[in-house]
T-cell receptor, first 114, second 113 residues
Framework: AQSVAQPEDQVNVAEGNPLTVKCTYS??????LFWYVQYPNRGLQFLLKYITGDNLVKGSYGFEAEFNESQTSFHLKKPSALVSDSALYFC????????????FGKGTRLHILP | KAGVTQTPRYLIKTRGQQVTLSCSPISGHRSVSWYQQTPGQGLQFLFEYFSETQRNKGNFPGRFSGRQFSNSRSEMNVSTLELGDSALYLC????????????FGQGTRLTVV
């Protein structure tokens, strides 16, 4: 069965520093991978996705993610963190060899310290 | 284009009661998925509907059910509510195509007392 792991419950980064939020996945076929962000009392907002092609994917708000097939990872990155990036981040995967459902990780809370 | 709309935003129910949540997808989207979000478990997949048919189902008891109407609007029902059903219930819609992302509503916060 497909699964997603976000190994860190919380990540703290100083404003202006680069940030990384980790995600690993397990699927039987090829993955479609997604990152979402959730602000308090809101639904999830789509940030970026990997379908095929370039391993480095660029998304909204200056975020990017790197797909690494050998390590089955899809880490979210940003070169310079902003306090407004503080939120809950979810990685998600869909297995192209299986059904249509998108499975989410448990989320990583990102704190950007001023 | 209007986003995904979930109603109501907040609900308080008593143990043993039942509840129905509603979701209106983005116009043209035929796939609607439901998720339960709790602090300890993250987002857990409940079920997905496509063109009025349940396409996928998560590992939830039969007390959780859903349906989709011909206009793609979806409802989720939880019967015999338990305290542990307190959660944020999120609905998401998707367009056609395997690589399409899901668009989420703001959720319904259900509190069972």
């Amino acid at each position: 069965a497909q699964s997603v792991a976000q190994p860190e419950d919380q990540v703290n980064v100083a404003e202006g520093n680069p940030l990384t939020v980790k995600c690993t996945y397990s699927v039987s076929g090829n993955p479609y991978l997604f990152w979402y962000v959730q602000y308090p009392n809101r639904g999830l907002q789509f940030l970026l996705k990997y379908i095929t092609g370039d391993n480095l994917v660029k998304g909204s708000y200056g975020f990017e993610a790197e797909f690494n097939e050998s390590q089955t990872s899809f880490h979210l990155k940003k070169p310079s963190a902003l306090v407004s990036d503080s939120a809950l981040y979810f990685c998600a995967v869909r297995d192209t060899n299986r059904d249509d459902k998108i499975i989410f990780g448990k989320g990583t809370r990102l704190h950007i310290l001023p | 284009k209007a986003g995904v709309t979930q109603t109501p935003r907040y609900l308080i129910k008593t143990r043993g009661q039942q509840v129905t949540l509603s979701c209106s997808p983005i116009s043209g989207h035929r796939s609607v998925s439901w998720y339960q979000q709790t602090p300890g478990q993250g987002l857990q997949f409940l079920f997905e509907y496509f063109s009025e048919t349940q396409r996928n189902k998560g590992n939830f008891p039969g007390r959780f059910s859903g349906r989709q109407f011909s206009n793609s609007r979806s409802e989720m029902n939880v019967s015999t509510l338990e305290l542990g059903d307190s959660a944020l219930y999120l609905c998401a819609s998707r367009g056609q195509g395997y690589g399409t992302e899901a668009f989420f509503g703001q959720g319904t916060r259900l509190t069972v007392v």
